[in-house]
Antibody
Framework: QVTLRESGPALVKPTQTLTLTCTFS??????????VSWVRQSPGKALEWLAF???????YYSPSLKTRLAISKDTSKNQVVLTMTNMDPADTGTYYC????????????WGPGMLVTVSS | QSALTQPRSVSGSPGQSVTISCSGT?????????VSWYQQHPGKVPTLIIY???KRPSGVPDRFSASKSGNTASLTISGLRPDDEADYYC??????????FGTGTKVTVL
């Protein structure tokens, strides 16, 4: 059974760095079958892809946010970590981690999401 | 990379069909067969309903079908049901390991 779950702070202050952890089970990031990706959704807005990491530790980012994002994985812990620097109230939203299939580019399993509010 | 363009809303009566368009460019939708669609009920997690332009995951009813022509992908919901009322998002590979989502469409069952 594939599961993913996001964890991290629910509230961050403007200019702070957000660190979110995705803990997953039911698959491995040590094989060339899957990626783990982050997607966010501001309140009432559309989904926005942020980043993904693959089994080979290659990392890919949304061009519009790449200067603020860093993604990493800990295969032994089945975790993927996303950091986003210089948080702004416009970054408020629900952050999802999701599994992607290698070379298929779709998200087949999603975590429940983590609501992050940016406010002083 | 810009978001794919979807109509803000579509509506239909129970039993009718509705079609949602997803307009991209020759660099994303038009270039690859990696278009997927997601259904999201209010307050819920998105769920995959179409991948690879036309394929349905197991468990997704065949009332959901999809296609692509040029730079535009489409999702059709046939035999509209009340529980089809949700937001729908298209998604496409855009080259260079970039993924782009659509602007989202709210489907209302009248």
């Amino acid at each position: 059974q594939v599961t993913l779950r996001e964890s991290g702070p629910a509230l961050v202050k403007p200019t702070q760095t957000l660190t979110l952890t995705c803990t997953f089970s039911g698959f491995s990031l040590s094989t060339s079958a899957f990626y783990v990706s982050w997607v966010r959704q501001s309140p009432g807005k559309a989904l926005e892809w942020l980043a993904f990491v693959d089994w080979d530790d290659d990392k890919y980012y949304s061009p519009s946010l790449k200067t603020r994002l860093a993604i990493s994985k800990d295969t032994s812990k089945n975790q993927v970590v996303l950091t986003m620097t210089n948080m702004d109230p416009a970054d408020t939203g629900t952050y999802y981690c999701a599994r992607m299939l290698h070379h298929e580019n779709y998200f087949d399993y999603w975590g429940p999401g983590m609501l992050v509010t940016v406010s002083s | 990379q810009s978001a794919l363009t979807q109509p803000r809303s579509v509506s239909g009566s129970p039993g009718q069909s509705v079609t949602i368009s997803c307009s991209g460019t020759s660099s994303d939708v038009g270039a690859y067969s990696y278009v997927s669609w997601y259904q999201q009920h209010p307050g819920k997690v998105p769920t995959l309903i179409i991948y690879g332009v036309t394929k349905r995951p197991s468990g997704v009813p065949d009332r959901f079908s999809a296609s692509k022509s040029g730079n535009t992908a489409s999702l059709t919901i046939s035999g509209l049901r009340p529980d089809d009322e949700a937001d729908y998002y298209c998604c496409s590979y855009a080259g260079s390991y970039i993924t782009v989502f659509g602007t989202g469409t709210k489907v209302t069952v009248l």
